[in-house]
């Protein structure tokens, strides 16, 4: 019963986050509020690529990971940066340096 | 809209990324039965919460009770914030039912397909996203049933699922980094988010680090 009341606390606090601008409708914030929004997004992709690159499994790994990063970036320079050339270059740099370093 | 080119343009857009969201459900449904969750809970909270994040950390915190798991929910729903507040700005005056169902699957994925939309003037980004969301859902709860049910024979770690999903987002980062601010805030992002792997627990380490980002971001001209 504990695990059914956690699954479905998880749910309301996430839907309550994700509803909360969109519940009713409102003008955009502006000034500093409007300048975070617009840079948010950025900085929070940013930090998820390198959330999952660094610290796959919630703690810091460095190995075949920065490899996987490298790729990306060099994908990113390559495929003026593309969705699927950032992740195909990286997801082949990530693989051969696993293969070959372990 | 459903039908229309915005709404196939979102299903093709959102096909790929869907392959990588049924990874990461499959991953979610072993490491939740393997947490002690039951396949039946493993399934609902697939079908009604739609988040890797949430989930996972539900997952990795079952054991030590609701409170800690409800605080890590509550820390990395923080980021659907501003989230919320620009597809609403995108978006513009929609019903409820339209606005409620776009909130229900807003998620990283779905949002960076979505601005990414916008900058490329896609003409409605409701039935955009609706594409997305609705194939990106589809992944999650398959790839959730298939962890859940061929769990004994995945091993996530040593697919390297967790580096896949750093990839994609990299790859979404990377068309919206354009002028001097973006790459300020990103470099910020980059730092704040290795140190906070270290010294922060893991429900707050993205939150944490893309708020203080964007926060120094809001002080720096274009």
């Given at each position: 019963?504990?695990?059914?009341?956690?699954?479905?606390?998880?749910?309301?606090?996430?839907?309550?986050?994700?509803?909360?601008?969109?519940?009713?409708?409102?003008?955009?914030?502006?000034?500093?509020?409007?300048?975070?929004?617009?840079?948010?997004?950025?900085?929070?992709f940013?930090?998820i690529a390198?959330?999952g690159l660094?610290?796959?499994?919630?703690?810091?790994?460095?190995?075949?990971?920065?490899?996987?990063?490298?790729?990306g970036?060099?994908?990113?320079?390559?495929?003026?940066?593309?969705v699927w050339?950032v992740f195909a270059?990286g997801a082949?740099?990530?693989?051969?340096?696993?293969?070959?370093?372990? | 809209?459903?039908?229309?080119?915005?709404?196939?343009?979102?299903?093709?857009?959102?096909?790929l990324i869907?392959v990588a969201v049924?990874l990461f459900?499959?991953?979610?449904?072993?490491?939740?039965?393997?947490?002690?969750?039951?396949?039946?809970?493993?399934?609902?909270?697939?079908?009604?919460?739609?988040?890797?994040?949430?989930?996972?950390?539900?997952?990795?915190?079952?054991?030590?009770?609701?409170?800690?798991?409800?605080?890590?929910?509550?820390?990395?729903?923080?980021?659907?914030?501003?989230?919320?507040?620009?597809?609403?700005?995108?978006?513009?005056?929609?019903?409820?039912?339209?606005?409620?169902?776009?909130?229900?699957?807003?998620?990283d994925e779905?949002?960076g397909l979505?601005?990414?939309?916008?900058?490329?003037?896609?003409?409605?980004?409701?039935?955009?996203?609706?594409?997305?969301?609705?194939?990106?859902?589809?992944?999650?709860?398959?790839?959730?049933?298939?962890?859940?049910?061929?769990?004994?024979?995945?091993?996530?770690?040593?697919?390297?699922i967790g580096v896949l999903f750093g990839l994609l987002f990299l790859g979404l980062a990377a068309?919206?980094?354009?002028?001097?601010?973006?790459?300020?805030?990103?470099?910020?992002?980059?730092?704040?988010?290795?140190?906070?792997?270290?010294?922060?627990?893991?429900?707050?380490?993205?939150?944490?680090?893309?708020?203080?980002?964007?926060?120094?971001?809001?002080?720096?001209?274009?």
């Open positions: 019963m504990s695990d059914l009341f956690v699954v479905l606390g998880v749910a309301v606090i996430t839907f309550a986050t994700r509803v909360s601008f969109l519940i009713s409708p409102r003008q955009a914030p502006g000034g500093r509020v409007g300048r975070f929004l617009d840079v948010f997004p950025v900085a929070l940013v930090a390198v959330n660094v610290a796959p499994v919630g703690s810091p790994e460095l190995t075949a990971n920065l490899f996987g990063a490298l790729g970036v060099i994908g990113g320079i390559v495929f003026r940066r593309s050339g270059l082949l740099f990530f693989y051969v340096a696993r293969a070959i370093i372990g | 809209m459903f039908g229309g080119p915005s709404f196939r343009r979102g299903l093709r857009d959102s096909a869907a049924f459900g499959l991953a979610y449904g072993v490491v939740a039965v393997d947490a002690g969750l039951s396949p039946t809970l493993t399934m609902l909270s697939s079908f009604i919460t739609m988040s890797g994040a949430a989930q996972f950390a539900m997952a990795g915190l079952l054991v030590a009770g609701p409170i800690p798991v409800l605080i890590a929910a509550t820390g990395l729903g923080l980021r659907h914030l501003p989230m919320s507040a620009r597809l609403a700005e995108m978006i513009g005056p929609q019903p409820l039912g339209t606005r409620l169902r776009l909130a229900f699957v807003l998620v779905s949002f979505t601005l990414r939309a916008a900058d490329r003037g896609v003409d409605d980004l409701v039935a955009y996203k609706s594409a997305a969301d609705l194939t990106l859902y589809l992944g999650w709860l398959l790839g959730t049933a298939g962890g859940v049910w061929f769990g004994s024979a995945i091993d996530p770690e040593a697919a390297g068309p919206m980094v354009r002028s001097r601010r973006d790459w300020i805030v990103a470099a910020i992002s980059v730092v704040a988010t290795v140190v906070a792997t270290r010294i922060l627990p893991v429900a707050w380490q993205v939150t944490v680090a893309a708020t203080i980002a964007a926060v120094i971001g809001v002080f720096i001209d274009e």
